[in-house]
């Protein structure tokens, strides 16, 4: 009897699982998540316009071909349709088509690197107006932001006005991570010593939910903050009570932050130092020889030093490629 009810419960789970889930993906909050869903969307739609058809037709064959089916026209001689091979073949190719196009637009329309052109539908973004800048660190085992015009920096918490394009610039202290949040925007890498960007914008107040998108070690778990929209009130707000809370993110503050750690609170500080972020993405935040600092008085940053590469060994010369980096 118990094994009868649990047969009868188990068809039902999946919709249980799917009623406590969000869905962001496909219902996100900013624009740019919201143009990604539409084009999953029309996406899959198109791709079942060929799987949707060949599952029918796989199953009639079935049923009117079937050994008990006398009626059935049986011609063992037949191999040849023209009209067959013209739906068989013209049909996949029209929706090759209409999918490379798509991809060739989105891809450029959704460029990280490049400018909104939107904030939402209709409302265009002004030619004068400045995104609100955020430089992003990826750290062993959370996520650090850092507000430069605001003059503030958080550890796992991320705030947003709604309605105002945002630029993200992406970095990682050591490990190779990824910055996601579904209702923001798509996925992208953060590298040691490199620098990705991410343009996108909030339409929505609201607490959304971001993680790390790549394994980075063991408490790679834990790397969630919460992401939240807010007025520019609401804005300006929470930068006059993260300036009151005091602190200052400086070299010393950071190597400690930097240290690894799991499962870190929200924290705030009332000021960084306006170079940090540059000295994190070209490995200078301490003192070595391969770089010089921009803690001192009249010295420059790595990236603006000339650099003569180390002769490579002949044979690690052969096999020693470079690449250009890859943002998701």
Same mark, same amino acid.
């Given at each position: 009897?118990?094994?009868?009810?649990?047969?009868?419960?188990?068809?039902?789970?999946?919709?249980?699982?799917?009623?406590?889930?969000?869905?962001?993906?496909?219902?996100?909050?900013?624009?740019?998540?919201?143009?990604?869903?539409? /084009?999953?969307? *029309?996406?899959?739609?198109?791709? #079942? %316009? @060929? +799987? &949707?058809?060949?599952? =029918?037709? $796989?199953?009639?064959?079935?049923?009117?071909?079937?050994?008990?089916?006398?009626?059935?026209?049986?011609?063992?001689?037949?191999?040849?349709?023209?009209? /067959?091979?013209? *739906?068989?073949?013209?049909?996949? #190719? %029209? @929706? +090759? &088509?209409?999918?490379? =196009?798509? $991809?060739?637009?989105?891809?450029?329309?959704?460029?990280?690197?490049?400018?909104?052109?939107?904030?939402?539908?209709?409302?265009?973004?002004?030619?004068?107006?400045?995104?609100?800048?955020?430089?992003?660190?990826? %750290?062993?085992?959370?996520?650090?932001?850092?507000?430069?015009?605001?003059?503030?920096?958080?550890?796992?918490?991320?705030?947003?006005?709604?309605?105002?394009?945002?630029?993200?610039?992406?970095?990682?202290?050591?490990?190779?991570?990824?910055?996601?949040?579904?209702? %923001?925007?798509?996925?992208?890498?953060?590298?040691?010593?490199?620098?990705?960007?991410?343009?996108?914008?909030?339409?929505?107040?609201?607490?959304?939910?971001?993680?790390?998108?790549?394994?980075?070690?063991?408490?790679?778990?834990?790397?969630?903050?919460?992401?939240?929209?807010?007025?520019?009130?609401?804005?300006?707000?929470?930068?006059?009570?993260?300036?009151?809370?005091?602190?200052?993110?400086?070299?010393?503050?950071?190597?400690?932050?930097?240290?690894?750690?799991?499962?870190?609170?929200?924290?705030?500080?009332?000021?960084?130092?306006?170079?940090?972020?540059?000295?994190?993405?070209?490995?200078?935040?301490?003192?070595?020889?391969?770089?010089?600092?921009?803690?001192?008085?009249?010295?420059?940053?790595?990236?603006?030093?000339?650099?003569?590469?180390?002769?490579?060994?002949?044979?690690?010369?052969?096999?020693?490629?470079?690449?250009?980096?890859?943002?998701?």
């Amino acid at each position: 009897m118990l094994h009868r009810r649990i047969d009868r419960i188990l068809p039902f789970l999946p919709l249980a699982l799917l009623a406590g889930c969000k869905m962001e993906v496909l219902n996100p909050a900013g624009d740019v998540a919201r143009q990604q869903a539409n /084009l999953l969307i *029309v996406s899959t739609i198109l791709m #079942l %316009l @060929i +799987i &949707i058809p060949v599952m =029918a037709l $796989t199953v009639l064959f079935a049923w009117r071909y079937r050994a008990a089916n006398k009626a059935a026209e049986h011609r063992p001689d037949w191999d040849h349709s023209t009209a /067959l091979e013209l *739906v068989i073949w013209s049909a996949p #190719l %029209l @929706i +090759i &088509i209409m999918l490379g =196009a798509i $991809t060739w637009i989105s891809t450029h329309t959704l460029d990280p690197y490049r400018r909104l052109g939107r904030i939402a539908p209709g409302q265009m973004i002004p030619a004068n107006a400045k995104p609100l800048e955020i430089e992003v660190v990826a %750290l062993d085992w959370k996520w650090l932001f850092i507000y430069p015009e605001q003059g503030v920096a958080t550890v796992n918490k991320l705030v947003l006005p709604v309605n105002r394009e945002v630029r993200f610039r992406i970095t990682s202290s050591a490990v190779m991570n990824s910055f996601y949040v579904p209702a %923001l925007a798509g996925q992208i890498y953060a590298m040691p010593a490199m620098e990705t960007k991410l343009h996108a914008v909030l339409n929505k107040p609201g607490t959304f939910e971001g993680f790390s998108a790549n394994y980075s070690g063991a408490g790679f778990s834990g790397m969630h903050f919460p992401t939240i929209g807010v007025d520019n009130a609401g804005f300006d707000s929470w930068v006059a009570q993260a300036k009151a809370a005091g602190g200052a993110l400086d070299r010393d503050a950071y190597l400690k932050l930097a240290e690894p750690s799991e499962n870190v609170p929200a924290q705030s500080w009332a000021s960084v130092d306006t170079r940090l972020f540059d000295q994190i993405t070209t490995m200078c935040v301490t003192p070595g020889p391969q770089c010089m600092q921009t803690w001192g008085h009249g010295e420059k940053p790595m990236h603006d030093m000339p650099m003569t590469p180390s002769p490579l060994p002949a044979d690690d010369a052969s096999r020693h490629t470079s690449a250009p980096p890859h943002h998701g």
